[in-house]
């Protein structure tokens, strides 16, 4: 079964980090793009982060870019989201998901890990 | 305010077929981007419903269908049930934007 496992959300203060971990199974993690999508609560979805499949290539949304961080490692099968500087308006759930073919679509969606950044 | 235009919410009684519109503009949709659909169910991770306009995946039921025109898509649902309760989104690739990812901003669908 395809599975992906988010975890690393929590509390944590304004100007804070955290790093979000998305352990995949059943499949070849190192075939696929990968993405991180986040939802504010009560809003709608929102594209953060892409890493390619070998990981020599990232994109950022303009709201992250400078501090938020995307890699991957292969030989564990798992995408990671390095979060430093993090803001009140960080506040949501966020998804890892896993490219259709390269193409963003996101094809299997992680169960989410919800960050929540408050003093 | 998203790029692609949805209606906030729809609904229709069980068996009904009831649509929902996503609306772009000629950088986006217009351009000859594919448009995605997702539906998140409550209190769940989003899941594919539709890619590349009208296609479905493995275990979507074939009462979903995608199609598009000029500057917009929709997504129909025929034979309705209670279970369809959800959020949608669009989702397509904008080239006037640094970051070309682009999702609608939901409709609700309420079965009544």
Known sequence: EVQLVESGGGLVQPGGSLRLS?????????????????????KGL??????????????????????????????????????????AEDTAEYYCARDLSSITIFGVWGQGTLVTVSS | QSVLTQPPSVSGAPGQRVTISCTG??????????????QQLPGTAPKLLIYGNNNRP???????????????ASLAIT?????????????????????PVVFGGGTKLTVL
């Open chain 1, 22 to 42: 998305c352990a995949a199974s059943g499949f070849t993690f190192s075939s696929y793009w990968m993405h991180w999508v986040r939802q504010a609560p009560g």
């Open chain 1, 46 to 87: 929102v594209w953060v982060s892409r890493i390619n499949s070998d990981g020599s290539s990232t994109s950022y949304a303009d709201s992250v870019k400078g501090r938020f961080t995307i890699s991957r490692d292969n030989a564990k099968n798992t995408l990671y989201l390095q979060m430093n500087s993090l803001r």
């Open chain 2, 25 to 38: 503009s000629s950088s986006n949709i217009g351009a000859g981007y594919d448009v995605h659909w997702y």
């Open chain 2, 58 to 72: 493995s275990g979507v039921p074939d009462r979903f269908s995608g199609s598009k025109s000029g500057t917009s």
């Open chain 2, 79 to 99: 034979g309705l049930q209670a279970e369809d309760e959800a959020d949608y989104y669009c989702q397509s690739y904008d080239s006037s934007l640094s970051v």
